[in-house]
């Protein structure tokens, strides 16, 4: 982890010689990770929109099958393999990048552990927009964006149909226990955290309206397709 954070560091850095402002910095950071991390969390949102299509069916043979355990597995891999979803796929993503995560929270928490250059000293304590010191904690209000996008990040992403009462629990503890944490950590690793679920939260909406877009044409062209097929049978 000490490497990766020392690399991602030295990118740090040289976005900082470019924009001469920390805050900035640590935002055009993010957007990179966000952008070369895209593919992983595009096949994470995916997955999780095909889990969330065969949660009614899931939970009727669930129901069906609750005295009969051995029954209901072989059901529930029968619909995981006519559907094509692989329910281990949706956490793969998140394993892969959890490194690369952790390699820059912790740069993020410790910046002058892992950049020493002479111009990051000062640069780290640099004021951003309402918060004094990027390196002290911001007691509410950059913990608070991350926490509520936190909330909604975790609820676009969930499995739409999953009422289990962990899933429930987790909803609303992971965002306050960001928001705590918020408030003991540098404002630049809640600033970091608060941009990403943003950006991770506009492309959910933009891929649930392309998704939506894809679906409507489908079923046009199956009704336009049942219209052609009732003329020919009309003309014949």
């Given at each position: 982890?000490?490497?990766?954070?020392?690399?991602?560091?030295?990118?740090?850095?040289?976005?900082?010689?470019?924009?001469?402002?920390?805050?900035?910095?640590?935002?055009?950071?993010?957007?990179?990770?966000?952008?070369?991390?895209?593919?992983?969390?595009?096949?994470?949102i995916?997955?999780?929109?095909?889990?969330?299509?065969?949660?009614?069916?899931?939970?009727?043979?669930?129901?069906?099958?609750?005295?009969?355990?051995?029954?209901?597995?072989?059901?529930?891999?029968?619909?995981?393999?006519?559907?094509?979803?692989?329910?281990?796929?949706?956490?793969?993503?998140?394993?892969?990048?959890?490194?690369?995560?952790?390699?820059l929270?912790?740069?993020?928490?410790?910046?002058?552990?892992?950049?020493?250059?002479?111009?990051?000293?000062?640069?780290?304590?640099?004021?951003?927009?309402w918060?004094p010191?990027?390196?002290?904690?911001?007691?509410?209000?950059?913990?608070?964006?991350?926490?509520?996008?936190?909330?909604?990040?975790?609820?676009?992403?969930?499995?739409?149909?999953?009422?289990?009462?962990?899933?429930?629990?987790m909803?609303?503890?992971?965002?306050?226990?960001?928001?705590?944490?918020?408030?003991?950590?540098?404002?630049?690793?809640?600033?970091?955290?608060a941009?990403?679920?943003?950006?991770?939260?506009?492309q959910?909406?933009?891929?649930?309206?392309?998704?939506?877009?894809?679906k409507?044409?489908?079923?046009?062209?199956?009704?336009?397709?049942?219209?052609?097929?009732?003329?020919?049978?009309?003309?014949q």
């Amino acid at each position: 982890m000490k490497f990766l954070s020392t690399a991602i560091g030295y990118l740090l850095s040289a976005i900082y010689g470019l924009l001469d402002n920390y805050g900035l910095s640590i935002i055009i950071l993010t957007l990179l990770v966000r952008l070369c991390l895209l593919p992983l969390y595009g096949k994470q949102i995916k997955e999780t929109a095909k889990m969330s299509e065969i949660q009614p069916k899931m939970q009727e043979i669930q129901k069906r099958y609750a005295a009969d355990p051995q029954t209901r597995d072989q059901k529930i891999a029968e619909l995981y393999r006519d559907a094509d979803v692989n329910p281990a796929s949706g956490c793969l993503p998140l394993l892969i990048q959890m490194p690369f995560i952790i390699g820059l929270f912790a740069l993020l928490r410790n910046p002058l552990t892992y950049m020493t250059q002479d111009s990051m000293i000062m640069a780290v304590h640099e004021s951003f927009l309402w918060v004094p010191d990027l390196c002290q904690p911001d007691p509410w209000i950059l913990p608070l964006i991350a926490g509520i996008s936190t909330y909604f990040t975790f609820s676009a992403t969930s499995q739409q149909g999953d009422a289990s009462g962990m899933n429930n629990a987790m909803k609303y503890f992971y965002p306050v226990m960001i928001f705590l944490l918020g408030r003991s950590f540098p404002a630049g690793l809640a600033l970091y955290w608060a941009v990403g679920n943003i950006f991770t939260i506009g492309q959910t909406m933009l891929f649930n309206k392309n998704k939506a877009k894809t679906k409507f044409k489908e079923e046009a062209e199956k009704e336009a397709k049942k219209i052609f097929e009732s003329d020919m049978k009309k003309n014949q």
